[in-house]
T-cell receptor
Framework: EPEVTQTPSHQVTQMGQEVILRCVPI?????FYWYRQILGQKVEFLVS????????KSEIFDDQFSVERPDGSNFTLKIRSTKLEDSAMYFC?????????????????FGDGTRLSIL | DAKTTQPTSMDCAEGRAANLPCNHS???????VYWYRQIHSQGPQYIIH???NNETNEMASLIITEDRKSSTLILPHATLRDTAVYYC?????????????FGKGTRLHILP
């Protein structure tokens, strides 16, 4: 079964440094998402991405965050200047979308995440 | 905020059916009920979803009440590997609003 893959599985970074988290969504999926989960807390939505632009972003996704689909297979999340409170699991997800526009009933499929630790 | 209410935790004996309830009394007519689970140290895993009718797949069954205000996820023969946090989610049905809002879910313990 196709999977969403994320690298690295664990990233340790000094505070203030830039970090890039990488994701390979399921092939032919058109919608891409990032979520995060601080230890012991709920999974939180960060951003959704479609047609090479952000569809929606949460309050967490401030100007320190950016996303990019640099080629036909990768989807990246960049944090420009990391803070201690950015330490969390970051999950990438993707979903299919038929041209018929039945987008609302397509499940999102998640990767196993990148654990980001800011020192 | 999540639009669903779930018990905080449940236990189920291995080999028995696990029935996980969810209340979603404010669900709108075009909203689907989705179930995901999160096994420790893994990403959320899609299980099943439905609108009005009961649904079944290789993982589980989803029973939705006629008024759609509640639903039950059924794992027919629970195994130890089904120990996880189970999330009941009401998915907003607008094309431009696809984010998933996770609640705290139900922590299901499968007992040997």
């Amino acid at each position: 079964e196709p999977e969403v893959t994320q690298t690295p599985s664990h990233q340790v970074t000094q505070m203030g440094q830039e970090v890039i988290l990488r994701c390979v969504p399921i092939s032919n999926h058109l919608y891409f998402y990032w979520y995060r989960q601080i230890l012991g807390q709920k999974v939180e939505f960060l951003v959704s991405f479609y047609n090479n632009e952000i569809s929606e972003k949460s309050e967490i996704f401030d100007d320190q965050f950016s996303v990019e689909r640099p080629d036909g297979s990768n989807f990246t999340l960049k944090i420009r200047s990391t803070k201690l409170e950015d330490s969390a699991m970051y999950f990438c997800a993707s979903s299919d979308s038929p041209d018929r526009g039945m987008r609302s009933n397509q499940p999102q499929h998640f990767g196993d995440g990148t654990r980001l630790s800011i020192l | 905020d999540a639009k669903t209410t779930q018990p905080t935790s449940m236990d189920c004996a291995e080999g028995r059916a696990a029935n996980l309830p969810c209340n979603h009394s404010t669900i709108s007519g075009n909203e689907y009920v989705y179930w995901y689970r999160q096994i420790h140290s893994q990403g959320p895993q899609y299980i099943i979803h439905g609108l009005k009718n009961n649904e079944t797949n290789e993982m589980a069954s989803l029973i939705i009440t006629e008024d759609r205000k509640s639903s039950t996820l059924i794992l027919p023969h629970a195994t130890l590997r089904d120990t996880a946090v189970y999330y009941c989610i009401v998915r907003v049905g607008m094309n431009r609003d696809d984010k998933i809002i996770f609640g705290k879910g139900t922590r299901l313990h499968i007992l040997p």
